[in-house]
């Protein structure tokens, strides 16, 4: 079953720069490997990843079969005030997982 | 009046090309390079890149190439007036070229990303930043791969 992490920090100074850290279950299936019968394993992969602060996208980012099993992605963001994180990631055959964090700003 | 057959046969000819360009042989040394460059093209444009201002981190020695730890950072104030739009994260010899393309903005604070790649072949992966004003900057970082990933596809 598909499924992911994040790591957001819970509560933040307003302004501060927080570090978010995600991680998804995934193959990440190139399309380049064979199997033993020589037959090409079909492209399985996370295309794009995207996280929205209070329904504002702050990061996207699209990936390709160069990056690796279990795509861990870190970056930051500024915390502009109290309210949710909600990240997305959606890819070949229909995958689509949405992890949501809540931060809190004082 | 097209007919049903032949609206078939013109809805796989224009679906067909578009794959089959992903999967040209990518073991061919030209192929790679040409795709390379063709990837360069599509980020850059016209415009010229600047060595600078992009640290690009990755560990000159790797045992094993199926995951890579990676990271960029690029020197700007991340401000609205004067930020990094875009960070593109390029490899010459994996079958493909592209690795991960990031769109940011001045709400990221600071231009960083960090992530784990895989590389196929001992190589040179280029980091590009585009900023805001449309000027382009990279880096390049030199990485010996032991173990390769896609070994059972004779990359090598």
Redesign the interface.
Same mark, same amino acid.
């Given at each position: 079953m598909a499924r992911a992490v994040v790591t957001v920090p819970a509560r933040a100074k307003r302004g501060e /720069? $927080?570090e978010i850290k995600t991680l998804a279950q995934h193959a990440m299936e &190139?399309? @380049?490997?064979?199997t033993q019968t020589g037959e090409l394993i079909p492209r399985d992969i996370i295309r794009t990843f995207t996280c929205s602060?209070n329904g #504002?996208e #702050? @990061?996207?980012?699209? !990936?390709?079969? +160069? /990056? *690796? +099993?279990n795509? !861990? /992605? *870190? @970056? &930051? &963001? $500024?915390a &502009?005030e109290s309210g949710t994180l909600s990240f997305q990631w959606a890819g070949d055959n229909g995958y689509t997982v949405t992890e949501i964090a809540p931060i809190r700003v004082e | 009046m097209t007919t049903r057959r032949e609206f078939l046969v013109l809805t796989a000819a224009a679906l067909v090309p578009a794959a089959v360009e992903a999967q040209v042989d990518p073991n061919l040394a030209a192929n790679r390079k040409a795709a390379f460059q063709a990837a360069l093209r599509k980020v850059l444009g016209d415009a010229k890149v600047q060595h600078g201002r992009v640290k690009l981190q990755l560990p000159p020695l790797i045992d094993n190439g199926n995951s890579v730890p990676l990271s960029v950072t690029v020197a700007s104030p991340m401000t609205e007036a004067d930020h990094v739009k875009a960070i593109h994260v390029l490899t010459e010899k994996n079958p493909l070229p592209d690795v991960v393309s990031v769109a940011l903005g001045p709400r990221a604070g600071r231009a960083w990303i960090s992530t784990r790649v895989r590389l196929a072949d001992t190589q040179t992966v280029t980091a590009i930043a585009q900023m805001s004003d449309g000027s382009f900057w990279s880096d390049s970082a030199e990485v010996v791969v032991t173990l390769s990933a896609c070994l059972e596809e004779g990359l090598i």
């Open positions: /720069i $927080v &190139t399309g @380049f490997r064979r602060y #504002v #702050v @990061f996207r980012c699209d !990936l390709h079969p +160069a /990056i *690796a +099993a795509p !861990l /992605i *870190a @970056f &930051t &963001t $500024v &502009t | -």
